[in-house]
């Protein structure tokens, strides 16, 4: 944890155990705690996060993320196996790759011909859930919020069984850190029932804790480049 963080200070300028969480325990963190001058300590301290961890990824060459986009390709296809058959005759949410993400449209195109229903993400109203849109391989992209390419308005409207969620950063017990925006937790708190989440990122990109706050919530599984980081199944 960073010094900076260490040296918030709640409002009231007492050692409450949130407020000082990095100094009694590192992992420590009440998700209760509704404090507003907590919240904003932790934004900035995830804003922060963000931008090192992003930066980080950027770093890499193009071979190494490559490299990492197949090594995770490969698990997740382990995984669709071992627990969905496959995911045929399922509907998996995918995502297209930004900022250096690891890329997995080979795969998505894979899992495409294998009978699996793709279907991507994308912002149809801001400050609301996201949709989620079928793709195929043929299907004609077009530029939706921030320039993310995403299947056009005829594309059917599908809720997903398995969603993948890119992460900025990630903890082994399941938290993800974001872009900030707040679409994916507000997507995961609206669907029912709740499709079967699995966090996809780099293994550099591990935090000790996220702080989480009440709307923050875990996913079932996060997988690196090394395989299963955190199963909610195996707690």
Not at 93 to 99: F, G, L, Q, T
Not at 119 to 136: G, M, Q
Not at 193 to 198: A, Y
Request: aromatic content about 10%; hydrophobic content about 40%; some cysteine.
């Amino acid at each position: 944890m960073s010094d900076e963080f260490k040296s918030f200070r709640c409002q009231s300028g007492f050692s409450s155990p949130p407020c000082y969480a990095a100094e009694v325990a590192p992992e420590y963190f009440d998700p209760l705690a509704v404090d507003p001058e907590q919240a904003r300590d932790v934004a900035r301290w995830r804003k922060a996060e963000r931008s090192r961890l992003r930066d980080a990824r950027l770093a890499l060459s193009v071979a190494e993320r490559e490299e990492i986009g197949e090594a995770l390709a490969r698990h997740l296809r382990q995984v669709l196996q071992d627990r969905f058959g496959g995911a045929q005759g399922k509907v998996f949410s995918a995502y297209w790759p930004i900022k250096g993400e690891p890329d997995l449209r080979p795969l998505m195109a894979e899992l495409h011909q294998a009978g699996v229903t793709v279907v991507l993400p994308l912002v149809e109203t801001r400050a609301a859930p996201l949709i989620f849109r079928h793709w195929t391989p043929e299907t004609r992209m077009q530029r939706g919020d921030w320039n993310i390419p995403v299947p056009p308005p005829d594309a059917h409207v599908v809720t997903p069984d398995i969603a993948l969620a890119p992460l900025v950063g990630w903890t082994t017990d399941g938290y993800r850190l974001g872009y900030g925006g707040g679409y994916f937790d507000r997507t995961l708190a609206a669907l029912t029932p709740k499709p079967f989440v699995i966090g996809i990122g780099f293994q550099s990109a591990q935090l000790k804790t996220i702080y989480p706050q009440p709307h923050d919530i875990p996913l079932d599984l996060i997988l690196t480049e090394n395989g299963v980081q955190a199963d909610e199944e195996a707690t």
